[in-house]
């Protein structure tokens, strides 16, 4: 505290000698607007070592309100509990970056809401594990309330006719489901039902192998199961057998296809001699797909490629 | 004594990737002759400097190659065959003969055409033997003009054609196989409009989708540089 007694302060007009001004540290303020976090990062404990955890506040300034949140939260007093919440659930220390860039948005929540909503996945029988790889998948999943994340899990249930072990598999596996926006799922289902022809059971059992498929475009969908089916001729069941073939890209099977096609051995039928599995024709990397299933060199395939 | 300010660099936070964002952000690539989403075969892309080099070509009025497909007895409102039903007709009675009839026939028109458009005087012995020779092409705008045109293959009701041309549109050749099934007596749809060259750009040049990466496209560019340049030169000279 200011005493007094003391010198009074110097008025800005007062000539100084050349030391005294050479030891001024003049810095330029902190802009009040700034559309970019570069503008604070230096003078920003809280952004510091977030940069230091990994993340990329070029991808978060472009969030909405995601830069103007960080700015605001104190390192020790806010964003540390959630860090040693965050590790509690499972993320690794290296995954911390990764998870904040896609999530900066937990570093505001409640811990206790967070923490409820963790208690309530237990409660359904999810294990450790299990709830920290959905989390880490699905970033936004704890945002969710518990009502939300239990209508949900209900959806899945009954939609698909699946028991309670299944339907939890089925969003381990693909925790977006959990996340994501539900009648693009319900349309999905209902073109695989009605459009594409397929058996509830056997819906079921494509979903559970395969469960992009309730995420994926439905024009791709049709496109798809169109060529597999009325030009390549593959019936149903195959198809239910090898639901993996619908997440490929149409280009990739309709290539090896009219490829294998040419060279006469385009055989997908398991009672025929040279059968060739859709997994064999859509997983295998190039040059295996041309030696092993084509029994062709890859400048043969290339060539052929040349001709469509 | 004199005060020396030492200029220090010291790193900043700001200037790190995780804060700065991506070094490259843009890639200027643009598209030679247009192709259009019912045709398949050599594209030309470039990129950089390549974009001049495009302009540079394209106003060279190099000719086009193409293999067209086409499939007697149908007629559609697109003159492809994913278009609607317009008609169905015999086909029997259509010879490979007739049909290279009908096909000398437009390459005469074409000619003309080709003449016309050149701005050449054809009373010249000049213009005559460049003629002879099929240099003569025109450099400026025109329609679509057929510099030569023949049948590949005949096996009915399926026909293939090669074709080369100028200021063409894909859709102009299967406009093009409707009209000769028309001619024919018969009617027809085009089933496939490949692009086998571009000007210097040939199928061997051209990268399958398994080669679009790095190391193969800038192989790719190295190879026809040369040919590019001289092209340029020998016509814009």
Known sequence: FSDWDDIPPSSALEVISEEEAAQIIAEPLLPIQSSTLRDYVDHSETLAKLVHLGVDLSQVEKRQKAGQLLLTLDFEKDVKKILLFLKDVGIEDNQLGPFLTKNPYILGEDLEALETRVAYLKSKKFGKSEIAQMVSRAPYLLLFSVERLDNRLGFFKNELGLSVKKTKDLVIRLPRLLTGKIEPVKENLQVCQIELGFQRNEIQQIVCKTPKILTASKKRLKQTFDYLHNIMGIPHHMLTRFPQVFNSKLLRIRERHMFLAFLGRAQYDPAQPSYISLDQLVSLPDEVFCTEIAKASMQDFENFLKTL | ?237
């Open chain 2, 1 to 237: 004594g004199a005060v020396e300010l030492v200029a220090a660099r010291v790193p900043v936070l700001a200037d790190h990737p995780l804060v700065r964002g991506p070094r490259f952000r843009k890639l200027k690539i643009g598209a030679g002759h247009r192709l259009d989403v019912k045709a398949s075969g050599v594209f030309v892309l470039g990129i950089g400097h390549g974009n001049k080099l495009l302009t540079d070509l394209y106003n060279c009025h190099l000719t086009k190659v193409y293999t067209v497909g086409g499939l007697f007895g149908k007629a559609s409102d697109d003159f492809s065959d994913t278009g609607n039903l317009v008609e169905k007709t015999t086909f029997d009675h259509i010879t490979r003969e007739k049909l290279e009839r009908i096909l000398a026939v437009i390459q005469g028109t074409n000619q003309k055409a080709l003449l016309m458009y050149s701005n050449i005087d054809m009373k010249t012995q000049e213009a005559y033997e460049l003629a002879v020779k099929g240099l003569i092409r025109p450099m400026g705008k025109s329609p679509p003009i057929i510099t030569a045109i023949r049948c590949l293959q005949f096996a009915l009701p399926e026909f293939q054609l090669e074709i080369h041309c100028l200021h063409e549109t894909q859709q102009y050749l299967r406009k093009m196989v409707h009209e000769i099934g028309l001619e024919l007596k018969s009617s027809a749809v085009c089933t496939q409009v490949r692009r086998i060259r571009d000007g210097v750009f040939t199928v061997d040049d051209a990268l399958p989708r398994t080669q679009w990466n790095l190391q193969s496209i800038q192989e790719a560019i190295r190879n026809c540089q040369l040919k590019v340049e001289t092209e340029l030169e020998k016509t814009l000279a």
